[in-house]
């Protein structure tokens, strides 16, 4: 599967957000890129002053767009934010996002030398320089529940470092100095910041609007390789992610929905007699996994062991 792009196409940026109005501008003011051509903000249902604030700076910059949505989930706003534009290659940001100069050329130029490329993402840090576990390992049952029972225990624990893809990362092992090849294939790629070619994503009809957080993007990539595209990072491209700023105060909440996804994962596709036997265990761990969570975050935060929310120290 390929479909041709050049280092001279136009990007499309849609950013997704939920009540963060802040981390909207701060991501709006890191878009310097001549490449981009578009900007929507795919506002799912923010009542702090998002709409006023991105409108204001629309006065001035035509390419900037407020796209007003309900509050249905990430896919979903994704979705019709990629539906606002036309570009043939669209890059997806999280509000608390900042990109270093350079990202998106470098973005562009992986999806125009690599025609089999569905999707690139830039190496993600922590604002603290560590990296994130963004280019991860498309996990089988076994990595996912021993992940789900010991990533916040033991993050050391041979099933998470399999789900972050540790042991065969190179780039963690490399200095910042070092920005190593161009691409280098992976399973998936966290949807924090995502660039993904139009071909291919509209062939696979865009994010599951059944996920309403978290996993949409591991789900994305595995229905894009399994339509002959590949998935892959650029090292050299770097972004700074803050990580959590729409689910900090609803943190359990959140933890809920990611459970709810990670069950739609772990079960879709396979026959009712297989799910109806995977059901209970798979169940059972995932609440586990929550409460687990829950209480691990407040003793680490006690602890003053600051971790993001997916169990990572920052």
Known sequence: MTAVTTVADPVAIVIVTHQTRDEVLGCLASLTDEAITTIVVADAGSTDGTDDAVRALATDDPRLRHLPLVNAGFGRAANAGMRA??????????????????TIGGLRAALATEPDLGAVGPLVRYPSGRIQASARAIPDLRTAVGHALLGRLR?????????HALPCDPVAARPASDPGPAVREVGWLSGCALALRRAA????????????????????????????????????????????????????????????????????????????????????????????????????????????????RR
């Open 155 to 163: 993050p050391d624990n041979a099933a998470t470092r399999r789900y």
């Open 85 to 102: 534009t036309s570009e043939p290659i669209v890059l997806v940001l999280n509000a608390d996002v900042r990109l270093a100069p350079g």
């Open 201 to 312: 994503v509209e062939q696979v009809g865009g994010f599951d609007p059944g996920y309403f957080l978290y996993v949409e993007d591991l789900d994305l990539a595995r229905r894009l390789r399994a339509a002959g595209w590949r998935i892959a990072q650029a090292p050299g491209c770097t972004v700074v992610h803050a990580v959590g700023a729409s689910t900090r105060s609803v943190r359990g909440r959140a933890l809920v929905a990611h459970a709810r996804s990670l069950e739609r994962y772990l079960l879709q596709g396979r026959s009712p007699g297989v799910q109806a036997a995977l059901w209970l265990p798979v169940r059972s761990a995932l609440v586990g996994w929550v409460v687990l969570t829950w209480v691990g975050e407040r003793l680490t935060r006690r602890r003053g062991c600051d971790r993001s929310s997916t169990g990572e």
